[in-house]
């Protein structure tokens, strides 16, 4: 496969409900052409050879769940600039769905999680690490509202669910990952947060794409406008 200059990865971490999706497509939308999306969950563990009532009760908030020796391969050839096979997973039948064509990464590479941080040698690939801190209530009804609406659940489901597993497996796996976080975003967001974002943002881009001073003000704006904080309720961040 052709290599091409090399890739800076962005991790983007927080829990189920955080916003993670949102935030990657609204900077999705700022950078074009620079960036592209590579989500932790694609590389969720292959549960095929389990019945289908057993694969129902996984725990997908713990980070045993990611099948850590692919994704680790996976950014690392993403950070050489190499062309990748990028999997997918079914969420319905929870089987692993095998790549089928060879994925060229950009010279930003988004890539979010619940447990991106938690794997030392995948840690240490980023060249910036961004942690969304959202209130548990919050993320909750964002949740509720994904759920129901797009996956059938009722209300008393989901709500059990996220207190009896999502919460417990934030506190334990996802909270601690702030430690590690070169950035970390409060919300609602406040604008000097999002300034430092768009300069980090800008200083990565510079390090792997031959970008003209004068650009950095419209680039900045258009950041900036992309991320004007509102409720953005009907996010989707997690398999379950």
Known sequence: MKATPSSQLVAIVGGSGA???WLVERLS???CEQSCHLPLDNFYRDRSHLPPGRRERLNFDTPDAI?????ERTLRD??????TRMPGYDFATHRRIPATAAWQPR???LVDGLSLLVHPPVRRLFALKIYLDCPAELRLR???????AERGRSPG????????????????HVEPQRRWADLILT????????LRLANRLWTLLTDTAPLQSWMRIPFHRELLNQLEYHDHTACADSPA
């Open 187 to 194: 919300q609602p967001f406040r604008k000097p947060d999002l």
């Open 29 to 31: 939308r700022g950078l």
């Open 67 to 71: 099948d850590w020796d692919q994704a």
């Open 107 to 109: 010279p930003l590479v």
């Open 19 to 21: 916003g993670k999706g």
């Open 157 to 172: 489901s989901v709500t059990r669910q996220f207190r009896s597993t999502v919460a417990p497996m934030h506190a334990r």
């Open 142 to 148: 964002r949740r509720l509202a994904r759920d129901v």
């Open 78 to 83: 993403c950070q050489a600039g190499r062309a």
